[in-house]
C-alpha cells in the first residue's frame, strides 16, 4: 500500500480538479479501511456525494466513510469534519426518505459529545443550523449561527442568517439590529470601481423601477403584495423592470413578466457581472424585495446599482447598508424618535406599507364555527419556527381559560417537524387540544380552511403578514400584540388600518384576556365578525388603486 501522506497530497490534486471518480478509484483500489485517516475518509465521502448528489447508495456510503472517520479520531480537526459531513449527510438522507417524524435525536447526542471540540468549527455548527431549521427551532438556530459568527469564519450568507433569525428572538431589540447591520456592511464585498461600469447621469424620459427577488414563484406570499403594484402603475410615467434571481422559473413567474415593460434574470451571474448588468439597465431606483431572507444580492446593493436604492416587503427590517437609501414603513411599523435605529431614510406611507391584491374567487361570508361546534376554535397558520415557548404559554393559557377550546395549527412548509410544537403544547397539558393541518397542494383548500376558525391567533415577536391578511379575507377576526419595532409591529398596521385596534393587546396577559373575552361575549363576537367580513376589501388592506397611487407618489418625491 502507498503511504497516506504521500496519497493526501495527491488527491488535494485531484480534488482541486474535481476529478471525484478518480479519487474515489485511488482511495478505494490503494488504502484499506484501516489504513484510511480520518482526512481521508472526509475526502472520499465528500467525493462519493459530488460524484452523484441524488443517488442513495452513493450518500449511504458516504454516511459509512464519514461515521467511520469520526471514529478513528473523534477529537481532532478531521474528525469533527467527519462529523460534520456525517451530520449533514444524514439530514440529506432524511430529506430523500422524507422522514421527518424524527427528531434527530441520534445526531444532536452526537454533537453535544463533542460540544467542546467544536467551538469554532463552522461547518458543524452549520450542520446543527440544518437540524434545528427542519425542526423549526429558531433558538437553536440563533445558538449555533451565533458559534459561527464568534468563530470568525463566516461569511456574508452566515451573517444575513443570523440576523433574519434574530427576528424571532424578542430579546435583540431594534438598537441590535441596528448595530449589527453595520458589521454586516462592513463585511460585504467591496468592488474595486474600475472593474464597473459607471452609473448613469443623465435623466430617464419615464421614471424607471427595478424590483429585485428570487421568489416569483407560484404561492409565494409575496406575490399577492407586489401584484398590487405590477396592477395599477401608470405606463406614461414608470417604466418597470423584473430583475429575478432564481434558476426556476413557473406559470407565475411568467404571469410577472407580462405585467412589467422588462426583465432579466440574474442568477447565472457572479456579482460583479450582476452590478454591471443591472446598472446598464439605467434605473433610477432598485427596490430590494428580500433583505436578508431568500437567495438575497445584498452585495450588490453595498455596490450600488442605481441612483436610489430601496427596501421594501420581504425583510421588514434595516439592512445596515450605507447605500440602502429608504426603507419603506408607515407610521405603525416604526414611530417617531425610531428612524435613528435604521441606517434607511424612512419613506412613511400614509396609512399601510403593504397591500394585498385579494384574490380572484368570490368571497362569501361563513358562519362562525362555534355556532355548530358549540365550541371556540382558535387557529394559526403561520410558520412553525415563529410559534416559540411564550407563544405556546399564552395560546395554552387561552385554551384553559375558554371551556371546551381547540387550536388549530398549520404551516405553509411542505415539509416540517411538529414534534418541538407537539412536546411544547403537552408540556403546557394541552395538546389533546390540538389539531395539526397538513400542508394543502391547492391553495383554495389552504384558504377554506379558515372556516374552521372562529379567532386567528398572531405570533410574536415575529408576526404574521399574509396569514394575517389571509384571515381577514375570510372574514377571520386576527388577535395581535403590540411590538417594538419594524418586524413585530406588522399585526398592529394591519388591524389598526382595519380599524380593530381592540385587537391589538398590550401585553401577554392583555392578549390572553381578548381571546378569552371574545370568546364568552357571542354576541360581540359576531358583531365584530361580520364588521370584519364587510368592510376589508374596503380598508387599505386591500385597496390596490388607493395604495399604489401612494407607493408612486412616494417613489417620484426620491427621484
Partial sequence: MVSTLN??????????????????????????????????????????????????????????????????????????????????????????????????????????????????????????????????????????????????????????????????????????????????????????????????????????????????????????????????????????????NNPKEDQSTKEFKNLVDENINIWNFDNVSAVNRVRELKLDIIVDLMGYTSTNRLEMFKNRTAKKQIIWMGYCNTTGLKNMDF?????????????????????????????????????????????????????????????????????????????????ILKTSSKKHASERIKELFNNSGVLNSIKFIDREKEFKNHLDHYKQIDIALDTFPYNGVTTSFEAIWMGVPVITLAGYNFNSRCGESINKNLNMEQLIAKDEEDYIQKAVNLSNNHDAYINLRKSIFLNATKSPLFNSQDYSKSFFEALEQIV
Fill in 7 to 244: 496519497l493526501e497530497i495527491q488527491l488535494q490534486e485531484l480534488f482541486k480538479q474535481r476529478e471525484y471518480s478518480k479519487i474515489i478509484f485511488e482511495i478505494t483500489s490503494k488504502t484499506s479501511e484501516e489504513e484510511r485517516s480520518s482526512s481521508i475518509c472526509n475526502l472520499l465521502g465528500i467525493c462519493r456525494i459530488e460524484s452523484n448528489r441524488k443517488d442513495k447508495d452513493s450518500l449511504l456510503l458516504a454516511l459509512k466513510d464519514f461515521k467511520q472517520g469520526y471514529l478513528k479520531e473523534k477529537k481532532t480537526i478531521h474528525a469533527i469534519d467527519c462529523l460534520g459531513n456525517f451530520i449533514t449527510s444524514s439530514i440529506l438522507l432524511k430529506d430523500m426518505e422524507q422522514d421527518y417524524k424524527s427528531d434527530f435525536s441520534d445526531l444532536i447526542n452526537l454533537y453535544e459529545s463533542v460540544e467542546k471540540y467544536c467551538a469554532k468549527h463552522r461547518p458543524i455548527h452549520l450542520a446543527m443550523t440544518m437540524i434545528y431549521r427542519r425542526l423549526n427551532y429558531a433558538k437553536k438556530m440563533i445558538f449555533h449561527l451565533d458559534k459561527v459568527i464568534k468563530s470568525n469564519n463566516f461569511n456574508a450568507w452566515d451573517l444575513c442568517n443570523y440576523g433574519y433569525w434574530n427576528c424571532f428572538d424578542k430579546n435583540w431589540k431594534q438598537s441590535d439590529f441596528f448595530n449589527y447591520g453595520k458589521l454586516l456592511d462592513e463585511r460585504l464585498k467591496e468592488i474595486p470601481q474600475n472593474q464597473l461600469v459607471e452609473l448613469p447621469e443623465t435623466s430617464n424620459l419615464k421614471i424607471r423601477i427595478g424590483f429585485l427577488s428570487a421568489d416569483i414563484l407560484s404561492g409565494h406570499s409575496i406575490t399577492y403584495f407586489l401584484k398590487t403594484i405590477l396592477l395599477n402603475y401608470d405606463k406614461k410615467k414608470f417604466e418597470i423592470i423584473l430583475i429575478l
Fill in 327 to 407: 426603507i419603506i414603513s408607515d407610521p405603525n411599523l416604526i414611530r417617531s424618535g425610531e428612524e435613528k435605529f435604521y441606517s434607511e431614510k424612512v419613506i412613511y406611507l400614509p396609512k399601510i406599507w403593504n397591500s394585498h391584491c385579494g384574490f380572484n374567487f368570490e368571497r362569501n361570508e361563513n358562519p362562525p364555527p362555534f355556532l355548530k361546534n358549540k365550541y371556540f376554535t382558535f387557529g394559526s397558520f403561520n410558520n412553525f419556527a415563529k410559534i416559540n415557548s411564550d407563544v405556546v404559554s399564552v395560546w395554552s393559557n387561552i385554551l384553559k381559560m375558554t371551556s371546551n377550546s381547540k387550536l
